[in-house]
């Protein structure tokens, strides 16, 4: 198969800008590769709710759902977050696309660069050498379990709910990708004090059984927040829980020092979603300075979810490239830098 | 009042060593300040499992109510940790404990000691003068709602409910820090996605009128285990709801790369406990190479508490003393060290 639809969702702050670079890149890549992107808009957070009122507006759902793959790019506003009254919020339509396209595994690769672990916040000796996968389950758990507010305001609930089938899945594709690695899988739970967090160990202790190569590490999700920063080259593969998965890769997103740089996917049965794991940087937007690489090699995820790793190969190649030739927006390097647009340019000729 | 009734309960791990040297202190409080304190021991933890059965056994509930203050060792053992079907756990002790005591407002105070910069895994211009105070609520929340596993183990969920009044008094406590200090408050929650939360903002909204001088931020969790990294000085007094403040507080407590010196209070209507943030470390037990520092601390926090604030601030310039001395465990100097009861010791004896 070579002609791909794909669903592109700029969405808020610098999404827009750094989509277009993806876009830009996918362009050169489909000359190269000799395969065909094509591209169909949607509207979708605070921009969709400004536009329609809905911040996943059906037809973006449609465009959705008749697509090979979705790129996205961010989501998000302080008009929104700073009113808890708001009854319609752009985070509602990230997590119902979620939902409706059933992307049940957040996928998030940590690696360090050479050139750039100065950034890191973290002491050299303790970052270098990092590499660490997270996997992330997203469509259920405390986000999408009953929730309540009762009509006074006295009080509030919000229910996480796991069953097996939500987990399996999940935790076979975090032991596929163990094998393939290091070997070493760790389930990031509460179990001392959670049930939810013991169906979690008690299913993938069952499922062990099938990875015999594979060692399945636990650890309380407080204790992770500490060794990730204190010791972050002991893990290998991190399987976590919807909330935790949250919280975690978000800490972990930050220990290398290039945030601006990190991909994400979210894969279900028959769709999946790539964007970049900054958000939507409101105070960036339009400046022409974004960081456009993290949407770039979430491309280059899509391309491998596509069946093309040779094209995905190349892309990551050129952002090495562009990096080690310090061809860097603002973010990673003051003195010279260059803007969104070139960056992107820059690696989509290398192509 | 000069005659104060302490619960001590040691617990496992290293809890009874380190206790031990809170021990020896107060007795040196005690006859330079005038004051007397009686004791009494009471069993608790894995400890008490293996001996009664019971995490938390009556007689000790009976002496912690019976008590001025509560002096907690650590608590956890390896054997529980591993096995998702037990049905007692030791955690299950100190969780009961703190719910029977209403100990609903949990303080940690996170300082950066010059002599020990180094040893923060955090970059020096990044962590040096970080100084936070964490209020974490203790006794609702998802670890103390409805919790259920189905019989066949095909699923589970767990319950985070707030009403305003397991919010307010602590929002309370945390503005009135905050005035007393930088005069800023930060919330610590995800009301973009849960009920909870909001209920949380809403209600510090409501409160923030009472405190004109003090501003209140809202940051949302997953950004907040970022920010603790990238610039932990932005932060002043932190509030947050039960498991997020686990998580996040245990985070805070590496940045400053000494975590054998960190104290808590857990502070209720009627009673308080005051325990090492540490844990039960049970590779360390026995060997008498546990940092007492930590646990001396928080008796400073209790003698505070207890309305001796001479005796507490003795007792933190014995402890800063101590350090500037290098009078220190091997956790903090590797090539010259003490024991644990050499470091209680000195401590004492400046006392
Ligand atoms: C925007 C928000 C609802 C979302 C989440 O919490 O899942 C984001 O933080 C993320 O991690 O993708
Ligand atoms: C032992 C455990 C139940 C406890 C908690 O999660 O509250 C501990 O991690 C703490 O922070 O005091």
Redesign the interface.
């Known amino acids: 198969n070579s002609y791909f639809k794909i669903a592109v969702l700029p969405g808020d702050g610098i999404g827009p800008e750094v989509v277009s670079e993806s876009i830009k890149v996918l362009d050169a890549v489909a000359e190269v590769f000799n395969c065909q992107f094509q591209f169909s808009y949607g509207l979708m957070g605070a921009e969709a709710i400004f536009k329609t009122g809905d911040p996943l507006p059906e037809e973006t759902l449609k465009i959705c759902k008749d697509s090979d793959a979705v790129l996205f790019g961010a989501i998000?506003d302080p008009v929104?977050?700073?009113n808890?009254?708001a009854k319609v919020?752009p985070?509602q339509g990230l997590?119902r696309l979620r939902k409706e396209l059933g992307l049940y595994a957040n996928i998030r690769p940590l690696k360090t660069y050479a050139s750039l672990i100065d950034k890191s916040?973290?002491?050299r000796e303790?970052i270098e050498g990092t590499d660490i996968q997270i996997f992330r389950e997203l469509v259920s758990g405390?986000?999408f379990?009953e929730?309540?507010?009762d009509p006074d305001?006295?009080?509030?609930?919000?229910?996480?709910?796991?069953?097996?089938e939500d987990i399996i899945p999940i935790a076979h594709m975090a032991f596929k990708e163990a094998e393939k690695r290091k070997k070493k899988l760790t389930l990031i739970d509460?179990?001392?004090?959670?049930?939810?967090s013991?169906?979690w160990?008690?299913t993938c202790?069952k499922i062990a059984s099938q990875y015999p190569d594979v060692q399945l590490d636990?650890i309380?999700?407080?204790?992770a927040?500490?060794q990730?920063?204190?010791n972050p080259k002991q893990f290998d593969v991190i399987l976590t829980e919807n909330?935790?998965g949250?919280?975690?890769s978000?800490?972990a997103?930050?220990?290398g020092g290039s945030?601006g740089l990190l991909p994400s996917a979210s894969i279900g049965e028959e769709n999946a979603l790539f964007e970049p794991i900054h958000g939507s940087y409101p105070q960036a937007k339009g400046k022409g300075i974004a960081n456009p690489v993290a949407s770039i090699l979430s491309t280059a995820m899509m391309l491998d979810y596509l069946d093309l790793p040779e094209a995905a190969d190349k892309l990551k190649r050129a952002v090495e490239h562009a990096i080690e030739n310090r061809y860097v927006t603002v973010d990673l390097n003051a003195e010279q830098h260059y803007s969104t647009s070139e960056v992107g340019s820059f690696i989509a000729d290398y192509i």
């Open positions: 998000g929104f977050d700073n808890p009254e919020r985070e997590l916040p973290l002491k303790i405390i986000y379990g929730k309540f507010t305001g006295k009080y509030a609930y919000d229910v996480c709910k796991y069953s097996t509460k179990a001392n004090v959670l049930d939810t013991r169906l160990r008690k202790q636990y309380f999700v407080d204790n927040a500490m990730l920063v204190l909330m935790f949250d919280i975690i978000d800490e997103s930050v220990i945030i």
